[in-house]
């Protein structure tokens, strides 16, 4: 298993500005996932982190507004960008050890933009 | 690709009465099976999984599931529930190419009442 920590836990932001979130696993893991859940809907996958290289976006999202970083095997940054109100979402953050394990998800990161 | 459909978007049940929950998976190749459990303000917590065996699943809290391939299903059930329950489910399947891809129904919302 694993323990994940997200910060922020919860932000109000304006719009037009970004916010960085933060992933800090307990341990060394091969695949790290940013997702979103807007207001009483389900998980939708934005991108899997990369250790060393770019991350890989789902359709829809794009590097420009969701640059992620994973400077290494335990840690990750998902940032929003020029954000508006459309981004006011609960963002997750889960890691999996390898195929057929499940991924286990951090608390989340409530966003709210006015 | 995948697909996951959760039937009910909500379900009340009363306190010790039992449950439940439908998921009823798509896919085109072989894939594992998960519920998880979202509590209010939490992160995604795994109930229990189906990666191969027995099609019988027990997971923690007093849940079990099934894994019906004929009817490509994975139904969640609870003999007696209680107001803790109180939560959001979601199915969720991955196929076993990928141990990056995992794919989230819309949930469902229990509601106990006492």
């Known amino acids: 298993s694993a323990v994940i920590s997200q910060k922020p836990s919860r932000d109000i932001c304006q719009r037009g500005t970004s916010l960085t979130i933060q992933c800090q696993v307990d341990?060394?893991?091969?695949?790290m996932f940013w997702y979103r859940q807007q207001p009483g809907q389900s998980l939708t996958l934005i991108a899997t982190a990369n250790q060393g290289s770019e991350a890989t976006y789902e359709s829809g999202f794009v590097i420009d507004k969701f640059p992620i970083s994973r400077p290494n095997l335990t840690f990750s940054t998902l940032t929003v960008s020029n954000m508006s109100p459309e981004d006011s979402s609960i963002y997750l953050c889960s890691v999996n050890f390898g195929r057929g394990y499940e991924q286990y998800f951090g608390p989340g990161t409530r966003l709210t933009v006015t | 690709a995948q697909s996951v459909t959760q039937l009910d978007s909500q379900v009340p049940v009363f306190e010790e009465a039992p449950v439940e929950l439908r998921c009823n998976y798509s896919s085109s190749v072989s894939v594992y099976l998960f519920w998880y459990v979202q509590y209010p303000n939490q992160g995604l917590q795994l109930l229990l999984k189906?990666?191969?065996?027995?099609?019988l699943v027990k997971g923690i809290n007093g849940f079990e599931a099934e894994f019906n391939k004929s009817q490509t299903s994975f139904h969640l059930r609870k003999p007696s529930v209680h107001i803790s329950d109180t939560a959001e489910y979601f199915c969720?399947?991955?196929?076993?190419?990928?141990?990056?891809?995992?794919?989230f129904g819309s949930g469902t919302r229990l509601s106990i009442r006492p």
């Open positions: 189906y990666l191969s065996g027995s099609t």
């Open positions: 341990s060394q893991v091969t695949m």
């Open positions: 969720a399947v991955s196929p076993y190419s990928s141990a990056s891809k995992i794919i």
